[in-house]
């Protein structure tokens, strides 16, 4: 992930969240406004709290995403960066045929965050708690979601369970959903995103059937165009294993490491991409990942893109298959890369928590479970 640089201080003493908002913005639509949350009967909320607590490795699923429902769009983490981007959201939600609601403050600009952490955790724990909304769709990634997790109301969202959509920096959430609520949740487009076929396929597929979605597509190239070796799909260690995916974005999946809010490890499918890293700063990732017991763990490795990976002039023939390699192959777990996952206009839409089987001998990915009922 890129360098966030060093945070601005605000009139309250803490970095990056000043005290009131500044003037201006990007133009807003008009948005639907979230009911006042009802709450969830204390019985329930226990009962799912304590089966999250137990350690419990089944996870709840949201209802399908139907036409007409209401979908939250907030920017839990970095603002948007383009005039247009709150009005793509709201366009493409509308296109797919749902009714946005636009958390109140999804476009503040504070610095590199959209709006102070209050702000933020206000607008996201509001879209969780409001049962008219059927499910939360992220506007952008960045920085700043480690900031709020341990503000989030999981408990809300265990006692009435709503997909919750993105990637990137939205990994910190996503899996931190998975290991304190007990509910699956959806490592796909950002709500900003322009959909391309392939990815509107899967996000469909995905959120919409509630039957297991099965094996996922590969990106079809052009005829007669030889496929760019970013773009293929490489077994780097064969063989075929069955798990709980996991993870997503490699940066906060570290962060993640040590704290209550990364899911059990133990038998399962580890995602894995990045944007923007210089490759002996992925492989230090991978060392802590070693050094904490996390590699061992698992049942096998997917990984996704890792776009505008840097290469130093010291690194010689180093590659990033090497790297993997250097760290899996001991293991003898199945490993695969180049999956379209991660910063790439064609990806897939993947419900962590759900079990799926990695044949990385064929380059495959298959969902088992359905991830939506």
């Known amino acids: 992930m890129p360098s966030a640089g060093r945070p601005a201080t605000g009139s309250t ?26 709450s969830p009967s204390r019985a329930r909320t226990r009962e799912l709290t304590q089966a ?12 399908k995403l139907e036409p007409g429902q209401r979908v939250a769009l907030v920017a839990p983490a970095g603002p948007l960066l383009e005039r247009d ?34 702000e933020r955790l206000d607008d ?36 009435r369970p709503k997909a919750v959509i993105g990637f990137s920096d939205v990994t910190a959430l996503l899996n931190a959903i998975v290991a304190r609520a007990g509910v699956v949740a959806f490592h796909g487009p950002m709500a ?17 059937l509630p039957g297991a979605a099965g094996r996922l597509g590969r990106v079809a190239p052009p005829a007669d165009v030889l496929v760019p070796e970013a773009a293929r799909i490489v077994p780097l260690i064969p063989g075929v294993a069955d798990g709980p995916l996991v993870g997503g974005n490699c940066t906060l999946v570290q962060c993640l490491v040590g704290t209550p ?4 490890l133990d038998g399962a499918l580890l995602v894995l991409e990045d944007v923007d890293e210089d490759l002996y700063r992925v492989d230090r990732m991978l ?23 840097r290469r130093g002039g010291g690194d010689g023939a180093t590659g990033f298959d090497r790297v993997l390699l250097s760290y899996l192959e001991p293991l003898g777990i199945p490993v695969a890369l180049g999956f379209p996952v991660g910063h790439v206009d064609d990806q897939w839409t993947l419900p962590l928590g759900v079990r799926a089987r990695l044949d990385a001998t064929a380059g495959e990915l298959e969902l088992l479970e359905p991830a939506v009922r």
């Open 13 to 38: 003493g803490r970095p990056g969240v000043p005290s009131s908002p500044p003037a201006g913005g990007p133009s807003r639509p008009t948005p639907g406004t979230m009911r006042a949350p009802s």
């Open 52 to 63: 999250v607590r137990m350690g419990s490795k089944t996870s709840l699923r949201p209802p």
């Open 85 to 118: 981007d709150l009005q793509r959201g709201v366009e493409l939600c509308r296109a797919l045929g749902y009714e946005p609601v636009l958390g109140r403050h999804a476009d503040r600009h504070e610095g590199y965050l959209a709006g102070t952490d209050r």
């Open 124 to 159: 996201l724990n509001a879209a969780l708690r409001d049962p008219a909304v059927a499910a939360v769709w992220c506007l952008r990634g960045g920085y700043g979601m480690t900031r709020i997790l341990d503000g989030v109301d999981f408990a809300a969202l265990a006692a």
């Open 192 to 208: 900003r995103s322009q959909l391309t076929p392939f990815s509107r396929f899967h996000f469909d597929r995905v959120l919409t």
């Open 261 to 264: 809010y990364l899911p059990d």
């Open 287 to 309: 060392s802590h990942f070693r050094l904490a017991g996390v590699l061992r763990r698992l049942a096998g490795v997917v990984v996704g893109r890792f776009t505008g990976m």
